[in-house]
């Protein structure tokens, strides 16, 4: 774990090749530093953009813009929506996101990575919250 900036920490699985982040309403500064990757119309990426309007919580793909590297941010509306449904829900996001970029499969045969990867994305969230608490 690596805090970026003072709402964005960074998380790297090892055996996977796109980075997490997780951040509590980063500010317009901290979301300079990545582009979103979503193009559902083949638009060239731009600026990440947040909009949380009516969430409680929402999952980008994202490029940081210094290294280039990929991934997802879990963007949390405050410190209060990180709570056990809202983790679950936005961490099978992000694991929907890395499977389909290393086109991994799953069903119900094959499924252990995906319940691994599950709990790992809400560990991350944890430790940021720890460490988000733990500056007041």
């Keep these: 774990m690596k805090q970026l900036s003072e709402n964005v920490w960074e998380f ?8 997490l982040w997780v951040s509590v ?9 990545f582009l979103s990757t979503y193009t559902p119309n ?15 919580a929402v999952v980008y793909g994202v490029r940081k813009k210094d ?9 949390f ?10 983790v679950a829900h936005e961490s099978l996001h992000v694991v929907c996101r890395l499977c389909a970029y290393c ?5 119900n045969d094959n499924h252990e990575h995906i319940a691994y990867l599950i709990g790992w994305v809400a560990s991350c969230c944890k430790k940021m919250k720890k460490e988000y608490d733990n500056r007041s």
């Design 25 to 33: 309403n980063p500010t317009e500064e901290e979301q300079k530093q």
């Design 67 to 75: 290294n280039k590297r990929t991934g997802s941010m879990i963007v």
């Design 42 to 56: 083949g638009e060239e990426e731009e600026d990440l953009n947040v909009e949380l309007e009516g969430c409680n």
């Design 103 to 107: 086109d991994i499969p799953y069903d």
């Design 12 to 19: 790297d699985p090892q055996i996977y090749p796109q980075l």
């Design 77 to 86: 509306e405050s410190k209060d929506t990180i709570n056990f449904d809202i």
